[in-house]
């Protein structure tokens, strides 16, 4: 006999993290489908029936059934009957086994890469720092910031203000806090106080949500995926990685686990460790690595390692953060100086120093600068740095200049010699533009020098150009300063940016260093 119950719409299916939700929207019903496992011959799940409709709306049962088998959900059908006698509750427990069964079985859906659709350039959820929907790993000793600087990234992400010396977040989005290390008031003082540093106070509801981690990450896994899912975080910070590890951090069927797991939430995410013992206390000595596994670092498809200043005291207190994997972009070759300013109780201002210009508002891109400096006739990076970032620059900012000129090599500049005595950094090698490139009619420095006019074929006249500080044309037969910053006054290298870039030592462990114990990282 055919009934109207029986031949009711399909269900709507949706699937949430590892969770799979049937919806019988006719019947006012919803079945969540968890915790779905293999079990000897068996194939078990945890049931939970959800009433939709007005009114009712809440759980009705929960049971851990075996799909397998046709006696459970006969069982459970007739035990089902006494919320409706209308629906007919075996169809609909039958459909919903084979369907989970083929779904658990089936796994990720092959993808022909021909209809995938993407951007030609990589795609940042904060520009530099966060390439969007992959995983990074911020690294470095106790007492390094790491955790604050993580902070402080949430809140950008969250709020869409910029960093002072990075770019905004593309875009903005809820921020999910996986913390290991501490407490919520923690982490509600310190995000308080940096958003107030940022404008942002009183901080709206929402934005920021903590979770704190007890377990390992690879038994929360399946939760976490649905709290993602329905949350629709733009970023996950997980802090910290080795209490995260099912077993020894070491071993590398521990460590794909929590890196898979963090990848599996198919959102952006960001992973804060630390460095290995022989590196904390040798310090330059021995190459800083993610502690653990090799595959903490081989699994992450961009990392950031970040170092103290020991000497910096009283209410700025800096850090030296550098690139050390990028998978899909190039790497950064430079160093970003990271300025912590604390006033007691009061908001905490974090500055960037050293970041690539990308853009200055007006669509002028770090590349185009370096073309403009060249047609004036700048010919060496410490001069052109000059020009692109129209102030002094630091010796940072003039290696970025540097390695985006040998990274534009061959296609749209030359190096005309290097200068002795080297330094291996390229701020000594001259460089021009080929003969084929042309350089935008109009474009300005960042202090708004003309740029002269245009040749017929459409390359810039040199002899036209000024320098961004005024001064008289330049002549390519100028000689470059050989005595570093010092012979030229467009550069500007203190001894901490000394210490940055070359004999910065790495800190002691956070509970041996009382000067980072008054606002702890």
């Known amino acids: 006999m055919v009934t109207a119950a029986s031949t009711a719409r399909p269900p709507i299916i949706v699937r949430q993290g590892d969770d799979y939700l049937f919806a019988w929207p006719d019947d006012g019903i919803q079945f969540r489908v968890s915790n779905v496992r293999d079990a000897h011959d068996a194939l078990k799940c945890e049931l939970t029936l959800e009433s939709l409709r007005e009114g009712e709306r809440g759980v009705l049962a929960w049971e851990e059934l075996n799909l397998k088998v046709g006696r459970s959900r006969a069982e459970l059908g007739n035990r089902l009957k006494e919320f409706d006698e209308q629906i007919a509750w075996r169809l609909r427990l039958d459909a919903l086994a084979i369907k989970v069964a083929e779904l658990h079985r089936a796994g990720s859906p092959s993808v022909d890469l021909a209809d995938v659709t993407y951007r030609a350039e990589v795609p940042y959820l904060l520009p530099l720092l966060l390439p969007d929907g992959e995983t990074t790993v911020l690294f470095g000793d106790g007492s390094s910031g790491k955790s604050m600087f993580s902070q402080c990234l949430a809140l950008s992400v969250a709020t869409g203000r910029a960093i002072p010396g990075l770019e905004p977040p593309s875009r903005t989005g809820k921020v999910l806090a996986l913390d290991y290390e501490t407490r919520p008031e923690t982490w509600a003082r310190r995000i308080h106080r940096l958003a107030a540093a940022l404008g942002v106070e009183p901080l709206p509801r929402g934005l920021v949500v903590y979770k704190a981690m007890l ?153 185009q600068r370096i073309l403009t400096a060249l047609a004036a006739g700048l010919d060496v990076p410490t001069r052109i740095a000059g020009h692109v970032y129209g102030r002094d620059v630091s010796r940072e900012e003039v290696d970025t200049i540097g390695a985006k000129l040998r990274q534009m090599a061959g296609h749209e500049v030359l190096r005309v010699e290097t200068l002795a005595p080297s330094t291996g950094r390229g701020n000594e090698q001259r460089w021009e533009l080929k003969a084929n490139v042309r350089v935008s009619k109009g474009e300005r420095s960042p202090l708004g020098a003309g740029l002269g006019s245009e040749k017929a074929n459409g390359v810039h006249d040199r002899s036209a150009f000024r320098s961004p500080l005024g001064s008289p044309p330049l002549s390519r037969t100028l000689t470059p300063p050989t005595g570093g910053a010092a012979a030229n006054p467009n550069v500007r290298v203190s001894a901490d940016e000394q210490r940055a870039t070359g004999a910065l030592r790495a800190p002691k462990d956070e509970e041996d260093d009382g000067r980072w114990n008054d606002d702890p990282f």
């Open 215 to 367: 377990r390992p990450l690879a038994w929360q896994v399946a939760d976490l995926r649905r709290e993602v899912a329905e949350g629709n975080y733009a970023l996950v910070i997980l802090d910290s990685l080795v209490p995260a590890c099912d077993g020894n951090p070491a071993d590398a069927q521990v460590a794909a686990a929590v890196m898979n797991g963090m990848r599996s939430l198919e959102t952006t995410s960001l992973i804060v460790g630390h460095i290995t013992k022989e590196a904390a206390l040798n310090g330059k000595k021995i190459p800083a690595t993610i502690f653990g596994s090799q595959f903490f670092r081989n699994l992450a498809r961009n990392s950031w390692y970040l170092t103290a200043d020991e000497e910096s005291v009283g209410p700025d207190r800096r850090a030296t953060l550098e690139h050390k994997k990028a998978n899909e972009d190039e790497q950064f070759r430079g160093r970003l100086r990271v300025t912590y300013g604390f006033s007691p109780g009061g908001p905490i201002a974090v500055s960037v120093g050293g970041a690539p210009l990308l853009d200055d508002g007006n669509g002028s891109t770090l590349r």
